[in-house]
């Protein structure tokens, strides 16, 4: 047996004990684990249906070989030889495809994504550009089929935003919009500006896996709420209810708020829920940190201040400067369609891992 099918036959003997397990009353009952399990079971699934395929095309290769040592019949050999070239082939293909489902999985991918976007240097300009970023990755997750929920907005004095956070749900967000994490800059005459030179101006954008309460507990004895009136573009007041909410969790530090919503108690949840998902990040950070893999990656390091994409204007240019790849397509990226960009970003990540597996 190859090194390759014995590997997939011990991931096959993992599929079928976690299967058992899924449907023991005692582990259904202790909610936290089975859903660890549960997740574990589909994400082993597609190895699993590889592991067969390739067991049968390789089944057949031996089949073939044989058929042409013993046969003497020369149309019979023929064929054999025919089927032999297809399926090694195919098995060619299958074997590259197998070592990328065998690169060990984030298991923060499948999650959805808490995003923030904040104004870096720039002034106005920076504001305008971080609005441009939440546009694009709003169209993005339309297309995506993902719900985009506002948490929180600090306006810009001349339009888009100081800084806007934001919740995306759906599946396979964060393994999809990780790789935005850090800062974009944009290069282009602003509509400010009189004598049509070219500004550069940058915005931060931070991507964070969103914790579910089975990932951080936040006590309610540990957290100090407060209370304030929303408020919209300009300074205006949007209400005079005292119904935004201002979490600070008292052994951390982290401070979460919301007033998006339209009642206390949904921006109290919708805080809660970005607490939860800094103290998270906050404990991910320092396992990352460890990571030796992970922190040599040029693709996704989570580095904050790494300058990641640049958006030349005058030029109808974006060159990610991670992959070194530029694209002349600025007004569609910029209108969310970024897929290409991603997948390009998930490849070399791909290749990254595999060359540090071998």
């Not at 589909?42 to 249906?49: A, C, F, G, Q, R």
Request: hydrophobic content about 35%.
């Amino acid at each position: 047996m190859s090194e390759l099918l014995q590997k997939l036959s011990f991931i096959k003997e993992r599929y079928d004990e976690v299967g058992k397990q899924i449907i023991d009353p005692d582990i259904i009952a202790d909610m936290k684990r089975y859903i660890k399990l549960n997740k574990e079971y589909k994400d082993l699934e597609p190895i699993v249906e590889a592991y067969f395929e390739y067991k049968n095309i390789k089944e057949n290769i031996t089949s073939s070989k044989e058929i042409i040592s013993n046969e003497t019949d020369a149309d019979f050999i023929q064929m054999a030889k025919d089927e032999l070239s297809e399926l090694e082939d195919r098995i060619t293909v299958l074997d590259e495809g197998v070592k990328v489902l065998l690169i060990p999985k984030d298991p923060e991918d499948a999650k959805s994504a808490v995003v923030e976007i904040r104004a870096g240097t720039g002034g106005d300009e920076a504001s305008i550009f971080a609005g441009d970023l939440f546009r694009m990755y709003s169209k993005y997750c339309e297309t995506r089929k993902w719900k985009v929920e506002i948490v929180d907005i600090n306006y810009g004095t001349s339009g888009g935003y100081k800084e806007i956070i934001f919740e995306v749900n759906g599946d396979n967000v964060y393994g999809e919009l990780k790789f935005e994490a850090g800062v974009h800059r944009v290069q282009r005459v602003p509509a400010t500006e009189t004598q049509g030179r070219v500004h550069t101006s940058a915005a931060t954008v931070m991507v964070l896996p969103e914790a579910d309460e089975f990932d951080v507990e936040v006590k309610k004895s540990d957290l100090k709420v407060d209370s304030y009136c929303s408020s919209g573009p300009g300074g205006q007041s949007v209400n005079t209810t005292y119904s935004a909410i201002r979490l600070t969790h008292i052994p951390s530090g982290i401070v979460a708020q919301c007033q998006d919503q339209k009642s206390k108690l949904k921006n109290y949840d919708k805080a809660l829920s970005v607490l939860r998902t800094r103290i998270y990040q906050m404990e991910l950070e320092k396992k990352l940190a460890a990571d030796a893999v992970r922190r040599k990656s040029m693709v996704s390091s989570g580095d904050r201040s790494a300058k990641i994409r640049t958006y030349n204007y005058p030029q109808g240019r974006v060159t990610d400067h991670r992959i070194n790849l530029t694209m002349y397509n600025l007004p569609n990226i910029i209108d969310g369609d970024i897929q290409e960009i991603i997948d390009k970003l998930k490849f070399a990540e791909n290749a990254e891992k595999l060359t540090a597996g071998e």
